[in-house]
T-cell receptor, first 110, second 115 residues
């Protein structure tokens, strides 16, 4: 089976940079996705890394290292609206069904 | 265009009753997923539909849970004889074929409370 591990909570101040890590244990891994979910809202897709390296989308960047079975989401210039839960997810082994991590609650303080 | 819609947004039911939850995926999306999310938890996979293929039911927690998808579009998740542990938010997501492995579009969810 697959498992993805991420910290349960991260706190940071407005304007800062924060990194949310995700480690996975699976073989034949396709790549790593990240989703954002505000309280009471639906998860929304942020980014996907199919290849090793850094993908940048505005204030958000995502990184993948297959050799280390590790990835992270980097959020820069934090804003209060970034307070949300962030989930990493990935599929492998010919499956079209991704496994989601348990989510990291990001709390941004003024 | 229109996103994934789900109804009802909230459902309160008594233990032992049956409930039906509806999902309208994005038009043209052939893949449809159902997930369950308990308070403060991750997304638990329930069932996956792809086109006219037999669904992957490997995530359904018990035989009280079933789902169908009519005409390759709307899907209904049915929970029979509801139990208190069924209380959760039920999320539906859709995608193009194969895209769901990395990018899914989620509906707002149905919050189910079993009293």
């Amino acid at each position: 089976g697959q498992s993805l591990e991420q910290p349960s909570e991260v706190t940071a101040v407005e304007g800062a940079i924060v990194q949310i890590n995700c480690t996975y244990q699976t073989s034949g891994f396709y790549g790593l996705s990240w989703y954002q979910q505000h309280d009471g809202g639906a998860p929304t897709f942020l980014s996907y890394n199919a290849l090793d390296g850094l993908e940048e989308t505005g204030r958000f960047s995502s990184f993948l290292s297959r050799s280390d079975s590790y990835g992270y989401l980097l959020l820069q210039e934090l804003q209060m609206k970034d307070s949300a839960s962030y989930f990493c997810a990935g599929a492998s082994g010919g499956s079209y069904i991704p496994t989601f991590g348990r989510g990291t609650s990001l709390i941004v303080h003024p | 265009g229109a996103g994934v819609s789900q109804s009802p947004s909230n459902k309160v039911t008594e233990k032992g009753k049956d409930v039906e939850l509806r999902c309208d995926p994005i038009s043209g999306h052939t893949a449809l997923y159902w997930y369950r999310q308990s308070l403060g938890q991750g997304l638990e996979f329930l069932i996956y539909f792809q086109g006219n293929s037999a669904p992957d039911k490997s995530g359904l927690p018990s035989d009280r849970f079933s789902a169908e998808r009519t005409g390759g579009s709307v899907s209904t998740l049915t929970i029979q004889r509801t139990q208190q542990e069924d209380s959760a938010v039920y999320l539906c997501a859709s995608s193009h074929y194969g895209q769901g492995t990395y990018e899914q579009y989620f509906g707002p969810g149905t919050r189910l409370t079993v009293t």
